[in-house]
């Protein structure tokens, strides 16, 4: 199939491609002038430069193709410009699907977050769960906001969609805040805990890219979610596991939340003041996010999708690896 990703270049992106290449499948990526394009070039993909705010430039990326697998998205917890999220997350959202019922594509696989179901009544959640009242971060608010525009040309216009709904992504190369954790563990410059009990559902990011695929591959499923993860554990069991399996010390102090909280207050204001990131990433929008945490079951992509999920140890194994052997 000929098939056009966006956000080809991100953490799950990369092995989204690399995933499809492994497939036989023709790669069309669009890309931003600024993106690291070395893998995207090496897997043999046509590279359009351009932007999901952009539809003339989608437009042209995605003329002939048959599938789009939509990742491109702004993922953050803090951004100097919260404008940035609707831009990209809402709008941009928008704009690929709109696209896709222009050029006449048979199907779109649309990358969304566990995070856009809040905290439902229904712990473990799933697939047909109803959305909690609230979402804890600008990045998971604008991300179901773009969703919800999805679902609406859906039902109204026929987009042939289905959506994923990763959990926690681990694995190599993970620039963002788990990644950072895990690096500044194994460093020994991770001296402080906190929010020891907040439980998070994990996956490994080639399984993510895997449940992509298959669902892209997969017949007779426009109009179906897919929630992606299975093993779950709190913030001090992954620290815990961390430490054994690379060596380094456990923290010896542990914050209350409540300090933790506000302390990404005051960094989250002078952040706004100085257009500078906050500390480590703790803004205030990570903290309501670890307030919660996210508990839900991703058995209906092992079921239909006939995914295998790595067990976290073997996870964590694997990018401590990574990071020590980068060192």
């Not at 992106?13 to 070039?41: E, I, M, Q």
């Not at 679902?151 to 694995?171: A, N």
């Not at 591959?217 to 554990?233: F, M, P, R």
């Not at 001090?236 to 102090?253: N, Q, Y």
Request: aromatic letters at 10%.
């Amino acid at each position: 199939m000929k098939v056009l990703v966006t956000g080809g270049t991100g953490f799950i992106g990369t092995n989204v491609v690399k995933r499809l290449a492994s497939g036989g499948h023709d790669l069309r990526c669009l890309v931003r002038k600024t993106s690291n394009v070395g893998t995207l070039k090496e897997i043999g993909a046509t590279l359009f430069t351009g932007d999901v705010t952009d539809k003339g430039s989608i437009i042209n990326a995605m003329e002939g193709c048959d599938w789009v697998i939509n990742l491109a998205n702004v993922f953050s917890f803090w951004e100097p410009d919260r404008q940035t999220y609707y831009d990209v997350n809402v709008q941009g959202t928008k704009n690929v699907m709109e696209c896709i019922l222009e050029t006449g594509v048979s199907k779109v696989v649309h990358i969304s977050t566990g995070a856009v179901y809040g905290k439902p009544a229904d712990c473990p959640f799933n697939e047909d769960s109803p959305v909690g009242p609230v979402r804890f971060s600008a990045y998971s608010q604008s991300k179901y906001e773009g969703e919800l525009a999805a679902w609406e040309l859906y039902k109204k216009k026929g987009l042939p969609l289905v959506v994923i709904y990763p959990g926690g992504v681990l694995g190599p190369e993970d620039t963002k805040l788990t990644g950072d954790w895990m690096k500044n563990l194994i460093n020994r410059k991770a001296p402080v805990m906190a929010y020891n009990d907040t439980v998070f559902t994990f996956v490994h990011v080639k399984d993510v890219a895997e449940a992509i695929v298959r669902a892209a591959e997969k017949q007779d499923n426009i109009g179906q979610k897919y929630l992606v993860g299975k093993y779950q554990q709190s913030t001090e069991e992954m620290t815990k596991l961390i430490c054994e399996l690379s060596g380094a010390p456990f923290p010896k102090m542990s914050l209350p939340n409540t300090i933790t909280k506000f302390s990404a207050f005051i960094q989250t204001t002078i952040a706004d003041l100085t257009k500078k990131p906050p500390m480590q990433g703790v803004s205030s929008d990570y903290t309501r996010m670890m307030d919660h945490g996210l508990l839900f079951d991703g058995s209906k992509a092992e079921k239909e999708l006939g995914i295998t999920y790595t067990p976290l140890r073997e996870t964590w194994q694997e990018a401590i690896r990574f990071f020590q052997n980068r060192v």
